[in-house]
Structure formats: C-alpha cells, structure tokens
C-alpha cells in the first residue's frame, strides 16, 4: 500500500464548477498536510496547509481533513482554465526523529471553458 | 522577498562523474529539504537540513549527500553518477522544523546523465 493516494486523473471539471481533489494515507500518526499546485514544467507551489480536522477555507479553496478516515481533500469553488495543473498532497509525520513529507503522485486536473 | 533559487538550472553529465547542485533558501528560511521528481517515482524525498545538520535522509544510497552552511544555503553532491539519476531536483526552504513546515520550492536543477 503506498503512503499517500491520489487518483491520478485527469479530473476534468467545467468553468465554474466545484473541482474535488482526494487523498488518502497510511500512518495515522500523520500530524501536517499540504496541498500543492504544479503546472507542467515547473516546480510545485504551495496552496495550502491543514493540520487539524475539519476544514480551512483560504480564497477559492477549501481543505478538509478527517484523520479517523486518513484522507485529506481539496476542493477548488469558481474552477477557471488557470487552475488546470497538478495537484500534490503531501503528508508529514514523524520519523527518525524529524518530520518527513511523503508525497503523493498528483491529481491531473483540467478546467475546460 | 527573493524566492528559493537553484544552481544550476540545466546540467548535462557522464556515467561516472559527480555534480554539486546549490540551493539558497529564502531570507530568514533555516530549514532547505531536497527532492528527486521523475515521471516514474513521483517527488520523492533526499534530506532535509536545519541549523547545518542533516535532520533526517530519505532512501536513497550514500551516492547522494548534502550539507548546509552557516547562512542556510545549501548544497547536494551525487557521486558516481548513473543513468536513472536523471531527474529533476528540487530543493525546498522553510522557515523552521516541525509541524509547522510549509515548504516552499526553488525552480529545480534539471540533471541529464548520459
């Protein structure tokens, strides 16, 4: 089982519309979670952080976090062609003495006009 | 306040040679992590740096290294290259350890082995 799933994609969502991002993890000792966005070609750039459950609001996007089903989701409100990239979620837990980010392998997304 | 930068952008070695990639972090940013990205592992963690020590090291073999000065900037060596090193390297700075570590990335280093 690998640390941290995403479904790869493409999610392929109108202008305008609600885009929902979904990842799940394995250690439940899990303590910080990242999304980030990654248009081809470039390198991932933070969106937002979530530490504990619920949700977080910031703009256009909202992260949920519920640690008792292990699975952390972006959702993206108003979605515009400028939001199609990847999106990675990257979860962080203690190992060694030091907090490790494991990523996940991204969700393609596509905002078509 | 300036970015996360990387150099060099592009860098075109040998089987067999090594190549240093420097990273200087965002201003006040103590913490630089590095990342290997390829299109068939994903973003896959090498070691994290704070105040000039190695905190922790993903699984990679000791081929790969690195070390941080005392202004934060930091440094990745890759000794004895081989054709699947071949990736993009990331470097990440954020302003402290722990659970509060929001990483921000440079551009990468683009490394081609051939």
């Known amino acids: 089982q690998k640390e941290v799933e995403q479904n790869s994609g493409p999610l392929s969502v109108p202008e305008g519309a609600i885009a929902s991002l979904n990842c799940t993890y394995s250690?439940?000792?899990?303590?910080?979670f990242f999304w980030y966005r990654q248009y081809s070609g470039k390198s991932p750039e933070l969106i937002m952080f979530?530490?504990?459950?619920g949700d977080k609001e910031d703009g256009r996007f909202t992260a949920q976090l519920n640690k008792a089903s292990q699975y952390v989701s972006l959702l993206i409100r108003d979605s515009q062609p400028s939001d199609s990239a990847t999106y990675l979620c990257a979860v962080r837990g203690m190992k060694g003495g030091s907090y490790i980010p494991t990523f996940g392998r991204g969700t393609s997304l596509i905002v078509h006009p | 306040k300036a970015g996360v930068t990387q150099t060099p952008r592009y860098l075109i070695k040998t089987r067999g040679q090594q190549v240093t990639l420097s990273c200087s972090p965002i201003s006040g940013h103590r913490s630089v992590s590095w990342y290997q990205q390829t299109p068939g592992q994903g973003l896959q963690f090498l070691f994290e740096y704070f105040s000039e020590t190695q905190r922790n090291k993903g699984n990679f073999p000791g081929r790969f290294s690195g070390r941080q000065f005392s202004n934060s900037r930091s440094e990745m060596n890759v000794s004895t290259l081989e054709l699947g090193d071949s990736a993009l390297y990331l470097c990440a700075s954020s302003p402290s350890q722990g659970r509060g570590n929001e990483q921000y990335f440079g551009p990468g280093t683009r490394l081609t082995v051939t």
């Open positions: 250690d439940r000792g899990s303590q910080s």
């Open positions: 979530i530490y504990s459950n």
